[in-house]
């Protein structure tokens, strides 16, 4: 049984029926891991990220520790942009850019990277998981959305609102645009070089995509999303398109040919399948938060969860609605997986009557 290839995920992904549903994190590998503290306490986050051999040993703590479904690979959406030209830094309060983008003189300026294992490692760190684990389990490959890599590209760093990313989006358009192009060419190098490397899956992350109105998501962040997601579909890899507080931009998203969505704990999943189609592919969708409570209230919800879309055995992914916490207790991650596992026995209940 060890010996098998856990297909879960893709079979999910491909809309085929699966005993219980595949369950992974989003960020599950990080701060709330004492083995991965361990190894950040001797090397900085950038340069863990740009360590093959690291960068691949951490992204299997979790999959070693929980035994999840996929393992995503070790890195950050900000890498494409220090490629591009960018000096970037991760502080004690996030990712902060110094030499951020203000003027078109700064969009002119920036490049559009090769992609190969000079320029991002983390090629490398996906062939390395692929050698490791490959015929176990499947290896997520991920990226930013142009527009969140734009909002950071532009703010310097994390923000509620990224005014100034908006501010230069609505005044500076043309500028905004070719800002964005060039993200998304980027983008398209690097994540088919991801595939090539060995993802069988692909994560694109719209962390801010709630923070523009429908209206603007549609004039200035789809063309550039859906761009790229068309351009991957010859690669035959399934995406997953995560976008953060987007209740009011689904009748654009779900538009787009991702093989599911991966959406955060404000929108009731089943009413996206009742809206957009019972196989409508989704991953999610439990506050991290409940994570940090205790077993009773964490078995309760993951259950609620999953008994909550009416036909889980098909196109859908058990995970959170953003990352996992970094204050996360581990025992609270094993109940939560546990729970997911008693679907399989459900399942089997259920066809003996
Ligand atoms: O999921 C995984 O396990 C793979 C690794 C991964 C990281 N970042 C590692 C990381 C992934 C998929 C990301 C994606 C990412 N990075 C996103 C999109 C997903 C999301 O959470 O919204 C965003 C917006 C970023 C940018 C970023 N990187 C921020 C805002 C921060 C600081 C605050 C935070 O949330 O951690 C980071 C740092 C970062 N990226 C850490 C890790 C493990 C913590 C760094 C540390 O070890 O100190």
Known sequence: MNNMFNDLLLKALRKENVPRPPVWFMRQAGRYLPEYQKVRSEVGFLELCNNPELACEVSLQPFERFGVDAVIVFSDILLPAQNMGLELEFTSFGPKINNLVSNSADVRKLQIPLA??????????????????????????????????????????????????????????????????????????????????????????????????????????????????????????????????????????????????????????????????????????????????????????????IHGVKNWQTGYICNLGHGILPNTPIDNVHTMIDTVYEFANETVVSFVH
């Not at 789809?222 to 790229?228: A, E, F, N, S």
């Not at 351009?231 to 787009?256: F, W």
């Not at 959406?263 to 940090?292: E, H, M, S, T």
């Open 116 to 305: 190969n294992d000079e320029t991002y490692p983390t090629l490398k760190a996906i062939s390395l998981l692929k050698k490791a684990v490959g015929s176990k389990v499947p290896i997520i490959g991920f990226a930013g959305a142009p527009w969140t890599l734009f909002c950071y590209m532009v703010e310097g760093y994390s923000s509620h609102n990224f005014n100034r990313a908006k501010t230069f989006l609505y005044a500076n358009t043309q500028d905004a645009q070719q800002l964005l192009s060039k993200i998304t060419n980027t983008l398209f190098l690097y994540l088919t070089m991801q595939v090539n490397a060995g993802a069988q899956v692909l994560q694109i992350f719209d962390t801010w995509a709630g923070v523009l109105s429908l209206e603007d998501y549609k004039t200035y962040a789809i063309p550039y999303l859906k761009h790229l997601i068309d351009d991957l579909q010859p690669l035959k890899v399934p995406i997953i398109l995560y976008t953060n507080n987007s209740h009011h931009l689904l009748s654009e998203i779900t538009k787009l040919k991702v093989s599911a969505h991966s959406l955060d704990w404000r929108i009731k999943l089943q009413a996206v399948r009742d809206k957009y189609g019972v196989d409508f592919g989704i991953q999610g969708n439990l506050d991290p938060a409940i994570l940090l409570t205790n077993q009773s209230v964490i078995r309760e919800k993951t259950k609620n969860m």
